[in-house]
């Protein structure tokens, strides 16, 4: 059956990274809304870095520079700003593929003020996902600092957006992540793609400092049951021709069947492939055996302590320190051992065949070829892999209404509220708002107030409703003080409306108020 991963092969040798195998690019959507000529509904591919808004939109007004189209450059530079004036539209910067990285392009974009980027790329073919750079690049800082989304555009809509802007028209869109991400249920199943090998620089550092971050919503998320989440590694095997050179050999283990590239790209010093696989297996053998004690969520503990505890540039990456780790948690050490095998015995192992066989693609989900990779509701998700905006992508996954309450918290909400009530119906006497802010942008909902419900469209009107609607602001309806005494139009009965009281003409609501 090893035929079946023979796509595997054009990576075996040193590199993660893209390959043949069914790579499957998300998409969001990208409507034009201006102008006509070029008005409609495209599709375009999500960066894997900066921030997409999973679950939300975003509309802006699109510039083409003057100078600088690439953006390989700081447009300080050439004095170029696209931060916006106060109630001007957000700028999306059209840029042109080449001459340098994507991230470079979106860093620059970011810094002059843009609010996303759109890369019109420079051939017809179907659209790519733009990766990260590969290399260990001095700067790569910069790219975890990349927050605004960014999309692939084709070269035709690139063309055509370029052209009616040339005609001084002004180009208006809206990004759409809502349906990037499927939300059937309640409960959204999720997969991180990774590996224990801490010594592959910016991507490794970036995959355990997620890990790290994540954790805590990771954990409360799992033990209340709104997420089942699953850790996946990658191996891949050494072609039968192989199998007895010194590369197999120290990047193998059963026989050539599991195999992992050298830490260090360098056969003869430090870690070797092989002890990476291990450390792998060791990953998802303590899943499994924390999964089958009912506490999956050990496996985000044992991640962090052996990353913490056992580097490979203390010399620490070993059965030892990793079976202290084991121990401290209070998992079952001869279960893990047991799940683990003889790696030198040339039999299967049937935890990383399992993986070996999830590794490709199905349904909507393609091959994972890059690594980490994060599958929510199996989508392959693309952006920066850090914790808020990686919550966002989940809380996406919930069907509306059934997110957890960690997915309203503070540090995912837009503050959109803030301005104008985001547009909702408000009660400017109570300072009542019906604008809630949630991740997916804000929503218009008649609110309940001291146990008191509103009902109405949450748009234009809300009102009051059940037998306490007088005590908030008295239920709209006119009210005075008089010698003592007070009257009121407000009605304790459920027929809404305002009467006044006996003794008072009038409609009873404030502005025409009783006399
Ligand atoms: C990235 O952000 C961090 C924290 O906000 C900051 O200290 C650092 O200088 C930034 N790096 C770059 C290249 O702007
Ligand atoms: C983890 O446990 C749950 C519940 O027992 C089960 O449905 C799921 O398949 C297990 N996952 C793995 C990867 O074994
Ligand atoms: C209205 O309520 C909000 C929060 O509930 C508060 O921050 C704000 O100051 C209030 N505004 C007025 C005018 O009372």
């Not at 050179?245 to 283990?253: E, L, R, T, V």
């Not at 450390?279 to 089958?292: D, G, M």
């Not at 998992?331 to 030198?344: A, Q």
Request: aromatic share 10%; proline share 4%.
């Amino acid at each position: 059956m090893r035929e079946n991963f023979g796509f595997l092969i054009c990576v075996w040798i040193l590199l993660w990274g893209n390959c043949l195998g069914r790579f499957v690019v998300e998409k969001n959507s990208l409507k034009v809304t201006s102008p006509e000529s070029i008005k409609g509904v495209y599709e375009c591919a999500i960066g894997n870095f900066g921030v997409p808004q999973y679950g939300g939109t975003l509309v802006g007004t699109v510039v083409y520079p003057k100078a600088n189209q690439g953006a390989c450059k700081i447009f300080d530079d050439f004095d170029i700003s696209f931060k916006s004036k106060p109630g001007g539209l957000p700028t999306f910067l059209l840029v042109d593929r080449g001459d340098c990285f994507f991230t470079m392009k979106a860093w620059n974009a970011q810094k002059a003020g843009a609010a996303a980027i759109l890369v019109a790329d420079n051939k017809d073919e179907p659209l790519i996902t733009m990766d990260t750079p590969e290399e260990e690049d001095a700067s790569a800082e910069y790219v975890l600092n990349i927050t605004i989304p960014s999309a692939l555009v084709s070269k035709s809509l690139g063309d055509s957006i370029k052209k009616a802007l040339s005609l001084g028209e002004m180009v208006n869109m809206n990004l759409d992540w809502t349906e990037s991400l499927p939300h059937p249920d309640e409960r959204v199943e999720y997969e991180f793609w990774t590996n224990s090998n801490d010594e592959c620089g910016p991507k490794c550092d970036s995959q355990i400092e997620f890990v790290k971050n994540f954790k805590g919503a990771a954990q409360i998320l799992e033990q209340k049951g709104y997420t089942q989440f699953t850790p996946h590694y990658i191996t891949w095997y050494c072609p039968e021709a192989f199998i007895l050179s010194k590369q197999c050999k120290s990047q193998c283990i059963n026989h050539g069947r599991y195999c992992a590239p050298d830490p260090e790209q360098d056969f003869s010093k430090g870690y070797d492939g092989k002890d990476v696989v291990v450390q792998n297996l060791r990953q998802a053998c303590l899943f499994k055996v924390a999964n089958e004690s009912g506490k999956p969520w050990l496996w985000w503990d044992y991640v962090t302590d052996f990353a913490i505890r056992c580097p490979m540039k203390d010399e620490k990456y070993t059965k030892e320190c990793a079976d202290q780790v084991i121990r401290s948690l209070g998992v079952d050490l001869t279960k893990i051992d047991k799940c683990i095998g003889d790696t030198e015995a040339d039999v299967d192992n049937p935890v990383l065949k399992a993986e070996q066989d999830t590794q490709i693609g199905k349904g909507s989900r393609g091959d994972v070829t890059i690594l980490p990779t994060l599958v929510i509701n199996n989508r392959q998700y693309r952006g920066k892999l850090d914790r808020a905006a990686v919550l966002k992508a989940i809380c996406a996954g919930f069907q509306e209404t059934t997110e957890p309450a960690i997915c309203l918290s503070e540090d995912i909400e837009t503050n959109e509220c803030l301005e104008n009530n985001g547009g909702c119906w408000w009660d400017k006497n109570a300072n009542i708002t019906a604008c809630r802010d949630t991740f997916r942008g804000r929503v218009c909902e008649c609110p309940i107030v001291n146990g008191v419900k509103f009902s109405g469209d949450g748009y234009t009107h809300c009102e009051a409703s059940g037998a306490l609607h007088c005590e908030i602001n008295n239920g709209g309806c006119w009210r005075k003080t008089q010698d003592g005494r007070t009257y009121s139009a407000c009605v304790d009965d459920h027929s809404h409306g305002c009467k006044c009281p006996p003794g008072f003409k009038g409609d009873g609501v404030t502005l025409e108020r009783c006399r």
